[in-house]
């Protein structure tokens, strides 16, 4: 039974930093396609952030390039999402996703409908 739990979120300032965890459970030992995708009320889901999870094929939305950061902690269990110069239009319920198509140009396409995803966090920025 796989569980993906997030934490992290919060509210912060304009300018300000959060990192977002997310740890896993009930996966099996192969690489997984992993990431984090977010949605604002009344917008469609948009991907931010892929791995695979041997730290290849990492990519970013433009939005984000240069200010978030994903990684992958040393046990391989937990997801991070290091977010820094958080501005308003980063505020939206940030969703951890696993085992996904990441190897191509379409991983931030097919991060928002990953066969695993956790349950969100909310990240509000003002």
């Known amino acids: 039974h796989v569980q993906l739990v997030e934490s992290g979120g919060g509210s912060v300032q304009a300018g300000g930093s959060l990192r977002l965890s997310c740890e896993a459970s009930g996966l099996s030992d192969r690489r997984y396609c992993m990431g984090w995708f977010r949605q604002a009320p009344g917008k469609e889901r948009e991907g931010v952030a892929t791995?695979?999870?041997?730290?290849?094929?990492?990519r970013y939305a433009d939005s984000v390039q240069g200010r978030f950061t994903i990684s992958q902690s040393n046990a391989k269990n937990t997801l991070y999402l290091q977010m820094n110069s958080l501005k308003p239009e980063d505020t939206a319920m940030y969703f951890c996703?696993?085992?996904?198509?990441?190897?191509?140009?379409?991983?931030?396409?097919?991060?928002?409908?990953?066969?695993?995803r956790g349950q969100g966090t909310q990240v509000t920025v003002s």
């Open positions: 791995m695979i999870s041997d730290g290849f094929y990492t």
């Open positions: 996703a696993y085992d996904f198509y990441c190897t191509g140009p379409g991983a931030l396409r097919s991060v928002v409908a990953p066969r695993y």
